[in-house]
């Protein structure tokens, strides 16, 4: 009987070493301030992210969180996703070693209907592979000999009997390699299982703004930042067509790295953001894209601004407690000026009154976890194969 | 049926032979004794009784809660409630293919139909069927009511006898499931012509609670009425019931019926009395209470029963109270040594107060017919198939009650020993059922060894039923009383208790929810165990049916 690995033999004309299976995740154990955290935006200096200019330091939202707490809460949609990789094998190709790195993704937005009814929305639950374009024999027709591949694989016996179903072969170009000597292989492949995690991601918004299921009234709120890596293909007709999709979306991190949080003149505003008050939010800055390498992307700005929403002599550092929050710019007036300072308060003022429940005790991130998210978190792990299983499918 | 969620086996927590665990949403009502189905393999359908439900949230710790209501404030209303859901226990009770394999992870589980609960419970197919109440399950829309059924077989012989109910419900709950037994069994056994016959022998020990079973119960509702009728019950009250009431003079003084006359005059009422030449045997029965380690007042009676010293030729009571106490003067036991003065002024004191204080040892008998005067042995040894006696004891002091009890009971024995008087065995009923509220006062386990109550008593439960004496008792505190005396009952009632009662040994194999429940359940609302049924139900029952006294 074949397992998977001997079809990949077979399939690349190449040599599996039957090595170490492992999960490459690392786990996070403590949360801590990531300083190499890469961006690839920059603020734009001299920019308003909002329309009331005169906010020169931060601004008090206690009252207007409490005045709104009252009323329907502006979230309705939680999105969240994540992945799961594994090396699995180590292949030799054409004298080159690459390793085989396969992936649980998962992306799934939850609903509230009210505050006590919290449902799965949209899910999309994948496995992947990921391999070097080497491992197609030919040249041409990429796509074809990758999707040939994975039928093949679909077809074991092994992975039919559990009813499993991989349903993506990734590939990612070795090239890159040579660049920079830091990247390994084995990142490659990370990177190319954390695309096709995004791209569902914007799968699953996209599905949702087909429905008209986001609006003024009922925003979705995404785990992690909006600063996608621009596409692959960059066609400008797509990138306007997701970009619309974000008009109700927003991104908040948890984590984030307080050296990239500069003031409007661009200088580093960490010190301001750990002594940021409490429910005080800062003023909303401009970033965009580095134009010199993305440039065909065009106008694509956020505004980002921070909020405290816990008290820091609560909090283990003084940056636990505040969160990211960003929103990408739409039309034309908010590409000119910012957000309106309004929505900006509106939106902040409801992420204050989301802070409660707390997953104090369960997660490490708890001061700047917002519990829906932590909820769709929570949804999303149970989803997911046990290690040992995913592993000995190969 | 409506499906209320999954079954959930962990690796700390797996679903055994015995019990299984599932979810349900938090709101869902469902209640400990609900009977829930699970599809097990080979679709097969295993059934459970809810023991346990629990809430449960991903709140790892209680200062979690506490921040999450920002740090404290309990006015502060959050946009999501934690993420939580009930978890239940459930006791396995049966597979419909007999399948005993755990139930496995996910399976679903839904509320069962009344088909199903039957089934579930050990009620379909009962043999000799007996109602014993009603089961309620579930919640609106969904409740359904089911009548339950003993095996007579199994309450009132042959294969097994004796019902004990206990509880502080107040309000006579216990003298009212009691009496809804008799009603039911009195119904059947009224119908049947041949085989089997009954005939009941009630204490009424407090007020007026069993002085008016014939009389149909006023306050009945329609309600009341459709419950006796969907358990095929008649509406009517206990036929064929005979009051004997303590003899005295102006009657008020020794019973609390106000009846009694118009009772009389409908020839349904007696008044009792103890002549000494019959009942001399029984005077032991008046010591039972009194501690007698060397057995010395067991002496004196036997002294007296057989006429030594110079109790021969005594023919009253008042006589045998003088010839007493010529024994308690100085120097009198020179005839006898092995009884010292010392023992007959005892005797002498304790005897002496209860001839004086009650009117029923009396000299003679009215023969006139309207007098309506009886002895009890004499009734009882002449007691008719489907007949009712109801004793009234409740306003005789303690020892005579005790005494009055033990008579009763020997009366009893002798009846079916068949000694003692010839009666063609065929008229005498074949089963007997005795009911006695307040047994602790005769079989707690502080009484006596030597008493002569206790050891009729445990004659009764422990070959009671070869005999067809059935004993129906009730008292507050089970743990109270005697273990061979509730060892020897096949059926339990178990009323609402309290929290110390139920940490007694006696409740040991009773799961911690239904101990709990035990201590919250309503008037009208018993635990019952019976050896047909498959876990313990918890019975309702329909309101008495005979008249009630709201003053005692």
């Given at each position: 009987m074949k397992n998977i690995r001997k079809i990949l033999e077979d399939a690349t004309n190449g040599i599996c070493y039957d090595s170490y299976r492992y999960c490459a995740d690392e786990e996070l154990k403590v949360p801590t301030i990531?300083?190499?955290?890469?961006?690839?935006f920059t603020l734009l200096k001299d920019?308003?992210?909002?329309?009331?200019?005169?906010?020169?330091q931060t601004k008090d939202l206690t009252k207007k969180a409490k005045q709104l707490s009252?009323?329907?809460?502006?979230?309705k949609y939680f999105l969240d996703g994540s992945r799961r990789t594994y090396k699995v094998d180590d292949i030799e190709i054409n004298k080159r070693i690459f390793p085989i790195m396969a992936g649980q993704i998962g992306v799934a937005c939850c609903e509230r209907k009210n505050p006590n009814n919290f449902k799965c929305k949209e899910l999309e639950s994948n496995l992947v592979l990921s391999l070097p374009v080497?491992?197609?024999?030919?040249?041409?027709?990429t796509e074809l000999f990758f999707n040939n591949l994975k039928e093949k694989i679909n077809n074991t016996p092994r992975v039919q009997k559990i009813g499993l179903k991989f349903s993506n072969i990734l590939s990612y170009s070795s090239k890159a390699n040579v660049d920079s000597k830091e990247l390994k292989y084995e990142h490659l492949g990370i990177a190319a299982i954390q695309d096709e995690m995004v791209d569902s991601e914007k799968k699953i918004v996209a599905n949702l703004t087909a429905k008209n299921l986001l609006n003024e009234d009922s925003y979705l709120l995404k785990d992690g930042?909006?600063?996608?890596?621009?596409?692959?293909?960059?066609?400008y007709k797509e990138l306007s067509k997701i970009k619309n999709n974000y008009r109700c979306v927003i991104g908040v991190s948890k984590?984030?790295?307080?050296?990239?949080?500069?003031?409007r003149s661009g200088k580093s505003n960490a010190a301001l953001l750990a002594k940021l008050p409490l429910y005080h939010r800062t003023p909303a800055y401009m970033f965009q894209h580095e134009r010199e390498k993305w440039?065909?992307?065009?106008?694509y700005k956020y505004s980002v601004w921070y909020v405290r929403i816990r008290d820091a002599k609560h909090t283990?550092?003084?940056?636990?407690g505040i969160v990211k929050i960003e929103k990408i710019l739409i039309t034309e007036n908010e590409n000119e000026n910012g957000l309106e300072s309004d929505l900006i308060d509106v939106i902040t003022a409801n992420i204050i009154n989301e802070r409660n429940p707390v997953c104090y005790g369960k997660d490490s991130r708890w001061a700047n976890h917002l519990y829906p998210v932590y909820l769709t978190e929570l949804f999303l792990k149970s989803k997911y194969l046990s290690d040992i299983h995913f592993l000995n499918l190969f | 049926m409506k499906q209320i969620g999954k079954i959930i086996a962990t690796e700390k927590v797996p679903t055994t032979v015995d019990e299984f665990f599932f979810w349900t949403d938090k709101e869902l009502i469902i209640k400990p004794f609900d009977v829930v189905k699970v599809n097990h393999i080979k679709s097969s359908i295993t059934f459970g009784v809810v023991e346990e439900i629990s809430h449960l949230t991903d709140n790892s710790s209680f200062l979690a809660g506490y921040i999450s209501s920002d740090f404290g404030d309990v006015n502060y209303q959050q946009y999501t409630q934690r993420i939580g859901m009930n978890y239940v226990r459930a006791k396995v009770v049966g597979n419909s293919q007999g399948i005993y394999t755990p139930v496995l992870d996910g399976s679903f589980v839904s509320l069962a139909s009344e088909d199903d609960i039957r089934e579930a419970l050990g009620?379909?197919?009962?043999?000799?069927p007996l109602p014993c109440g009603y089961i309620e399950m579930y919640e609106q829309p969904d409740s359904v009511t089911i009548p339950v059924h003993f095996n007579s077989h199994f309450l009132i012989g042959p294969e097994g006898a004796h019902l004990n109910i206990s509880g502080?419900?107040?309000?006579?709950s216990k003298t009212s499931y009691a009496m809804f037994l008799l009603k039911a069994i009195q119904d059947q056994y009224i119908e049947k012509s041949k085989g089997e016959s009954v005939a009941f022998v009630l204490l009424n020990?407090?007020?007026?609670?069993?002085?008016?079973?014939?009389?149909?119960?006023?306050?009945?509702?329609s309600d009341d009425k459709s419950i006796y009728k969907m358990l095929d019950l008649s509406t009517v009250p206990f036929q064929n019931v005979k009051y004997f009431y303590p003899y005295s003079k102006d009657i008020v003084s020794s019973t609390y019926g106000r009846d009694v006359k118009s009772q009389m005059e409908l020839n349904k009422a007696y008044l009792y009395k103890y002549i000494f030449e019959d009942d001399?045997?029984?005077?032991d029965l008046l010591f039972s209470?009194?501690?007698d380690p060397n057995q010395t007042m067991e002496s004196i009676v036997n002294y007296i029963a057989t006429g030594q010293g110079g109790f021969n030729g005594i023919t009253n009571w008042n006589e045998l109270l003088n010839e007493v106490y010529e024994h308690?003067?100085?120097?009198?036991s020179g005839k006898d040594k092995e009884i010292t003065v010392l023992s007959w002024r005892k005797f002498y004191r304790l005897f002496r107060k209860t001839i004086e204080k009650t009117?029923?040892?009396?000299?003679s008998i009215s023969s006139?017919?309207?007098?309506n005067e009886t002895r009890l042995k004499e009734a009882i040894l002449n007691i008719k198939k489907n007949d009712v006696f109801v004793i009234d004891?409740?306003?005789?002091?303690e020892e005579t009650q005790g005494f009055v009890f033990g008579d009763v009971m020997r009366s009893i024995y002798e009846l079916k020993l068949g000694q003692a008087y010839d009666r063609n065995e065929a008229d005498i009923p074949s089963k007997i059922v005795i009911f006695i509220d307040e047994l602790n006062k005769y079989a707690?386990?502080?009484?006596?060894?030597?008493?002569p109550i206790l050891r009729q008593l445990l004659d009764i439960t422990e070959r009671g039923r070869s005999l067809g004496i059935i004993l129906f008792s009730a008292e507050q505190?089970?743990?109270?009383?005697?273990d061979r005396v509730k060892g020897n009952c096949a059926t339990h009632a178990y009323g609402r208790t309290n929290a110390i009662e139920i940490s007694?040994?006696?409740?040991?194999?009773?799961p911690p929810v239904y101990k709990s429940m035990l201590t919250r359940l309503k008037q009208g609302e018993y635990v019952v165990q019976n050896p047909v049924f498959r876990s313990l139900l918890n019975i309702k029952f329909p309101r008495p049916i005979y008249k009630q006294f709201k003053n005692g």
């Open positions: 990531n300083y190499e955290e890469t961006q690839s920019r308003y992210g909002e329309t009331d200019t005169s906010l020169k009252n009323s329907e809460p502006l979230f080497e491992a197609n024999p030919e040249t041409r027709n930042s909006l600063q996608y890596k621009p596409m692959k293909t960059g066609e984590l984030f790295n307080p050296e990239f949080s500069k003031d440039s065909y992307l065009g106008d283990e550092s003084p940056f636990a | 009620l379909k197919d009962i043999k000799n502080i419900s107040g309000l006579a020990v407090k007020g007026r609670d069993l002085l008016a079973i014939d009389e149909i119960n006023d306050e009945l509702t001399k045997e029984s005077i209470n009194v501690d308690t003067k100085a120097g009198a009117t029923i040892f009396s000299n006139k017919p309207k007098d004891v409740a306003k005789l002091d707690s386990k502080e009484v006596p060894k030597s008493s505190f089970k743990s109270d009383i005697h007694k040994p006696d409740y040991q194999y009773v």
